[in-house]
């Protein structure tokens, strides 16, 4: 008899390892190709990029400088960025401090390995702005994002078998969006928020029925570092507590305070917690604008919290949820299989996913800018991939394995297409009204638009 095959799925730790080393070397190859901009980072990593050399080099939050070298290939870029500020004053940063603090280490290994190379003779730049720093830098970026899917698959598999739990980790991340983020766009701020809203949700698992104070201060810590990077991430730090409501409300029924008093208790210990960590974000927005509890970032779009264009978010052609990566569908729809096995992470996951949806629907801009599929809810991977493993572990009980293959390669296909119409072309999609993607760019566009491409490569 032949030996039996080992399933790829049994290894979660190569499976993981094999993906984030498959997306470093994607991002390292394409390192020497031509930029319009001359740059690693882009769109919004730019302003979180900028941050690393203004306060290690500089030691200032003035981010004149900083632009001109980042933009200079958009003058009126620049222009846009500091006109409002005279000659003398300093130029503030609308974006977050957060990412830049994760990625210290990095540029400072990154800057530690430039002053040495050019020491022993090499000529790397010293400013901050090089390939080299940038190359540092966001490969922490993408580590930081496998670290994510490692957490992930870790509070998945509590609640799941273990390949359903990786084929569901997998499945979400390559089928979704979180794969062009670690490659492509890794300057953005997702991955850190992937890394810690999986951090969040592993340790609210495994400590959920311990009441002491000192996890209630871990909550509050992971939930404060979710607020420094992605401000809208912080909502996730109630999911805990309003779990508590119905042993609250029966105490309540029953005269019994404490358990109400002990909520409130650990609530506001995580939130005082979650406030010292997210400090170094006030303390920026008090150097540079003055006030610490003034928000730049509410100023780029109003809300409409009574209007919120929900359908559009989950299944407009310009960035829908759904349209865009249908196995976020899928992945919902399995936690009707996971509540039968854990009502609270279930309803909490819907419901923090509600959450996130709310507050990105209210927003003018709902479609997220220059965006690949709703990359603002990549915060839910957790909830996204523990659906997903109750829907592929009832596939595979209810018809067979073989049945999960085939459509996680479709959607792997499905989204390979679009991912590859989004890098050629719908990048620039934004420029006006007339090339804004529609439905006909997002489904039959992406095998035309291939097709078309080969047979161009052909003639």
């Known amino acids: 008899m032949r030996p039996a095959i080992p399933n790829p799925l049994d290894r979660p730790r190569l499976m993981l390892s094999l993906f984030v080393l498959a997306c470093l070397l994607a991002f390292w190859a394409t390192i020497p190709l031509p930029r319009a901009d001359n740059q690693l980072v882009g769109s919004d990593g730019v302003n979180y990029y900028a941050y690393l050399p203004s306060l290690v080099l500089d030691g ?28 003398a004053e300093p130029v503030a940063n609308p974006h977050g401090i957060g990412p830049a603090l994760f990625w210290m280490p990095f540029f400072l290994l990154a800057h530690g390995l430039a002053l040495l190379l050019n020491w022993a003779g090499l000529a ?9 720093h940038q190359a540092i830098v966001l490969s922490g970026s993408i580590l930081y994002g496998g670290l994510g899917l490692w957490f992930t698959y870790l509070f998945v598999r509590r609640l799941a078998s273990q390949r359903s739990a990786l084929t569901a980790v997998l499945l979400v991340a390559a089928a979704g969006n979180v794969v062009y983020y670690m490659t492509a766009e890794p300057s953005m701020s997702h991955n850190l928020s992937l890394m810690l809203s999986a951090l969040f949700f592993l340790v609210w698992e495994r400590y959920r029925d311990d009441s002491r104070l000192r996890i209630a201060a871990l909550y509050g810590l992971i939930g404060g570092a979710m607020a420094l990077v992605r401000q809208q991430d912080g909502l996730f730090l109630l999911l805990p507590y309003l779990a508590q409501i119905p042993t609250v409300w029966r105490g309540v029924r029953s005269g019994d305070l404490q358990p109400l ?43 409409s919290w009574l209007r919120p264009w929900l359908g559009s978010v989950l299944f407009s052609a310009r960035r829908g949820l759904f349209i865009w990566h ?6 919902l729809a399995g ?9 609270t992470f279930a309803i909490c996951g819907a419901f923090g996913f509600a959450l996130q949806l709310y507050l990105i629907s209210s927003w003018s801009w709902w479609w997220q800018g220059g965006s690949f599929g709703a990359r603002m809810l990549i915060v839910c991977t957790p909830i996204f991939a523990l659906g997903l493993a109750g829907l592929v572990d009832y596939a595979a009980q209810r018809w067979s394995w073989r049945v999960v293959y085939v459509a996680g390669a479709l959607l792997l296909a499905w ?6 119409e989004y890098r050629l072309w719908l990048v620039y999609a934004e420029v006006s009204q007339d090339t804004i993607p529609t439905w006909y760019d997002v489904t039959i566009g992406r095998i035309t638009f291939i097709l078309d491409r080969l047979a161009r490569i052909g003639r």
């Open 415 to 420: 989204n390979f297409l679009l991912f590859v």
């Open 335 to 343: 936690l009707a299989f996971i509540y039968r096995k854990d009502r």
């Open 124 to 132: 790397v730049n010293l400013d901050g702005y090089s390939y080299f």
């Open 60 to 87: 200032d939050l003035d981010f004149r400088n900083e632009f001109q070298a980042l933009l200079a290939y958009s003058p009126a870029e620049i222009a846009a960025r500091t006109a409002a500020y005279g000659d």
């Open 326 to 331: 249908p196995v976020f569908l899928l992945a």
């Open 261 to 303: 008093l002990h909520t409130l208790r650990s609530g506001a210990v995580a939130a005082l917690v979650a406030l010292a960590v997210f400090s170094p974000q006030l303390a920026a927005w008090g150097v540079m604008y003055g006030n610490p509890f003034y928000n730049p970032y509410n100023s780029a779009g109003e809300f």
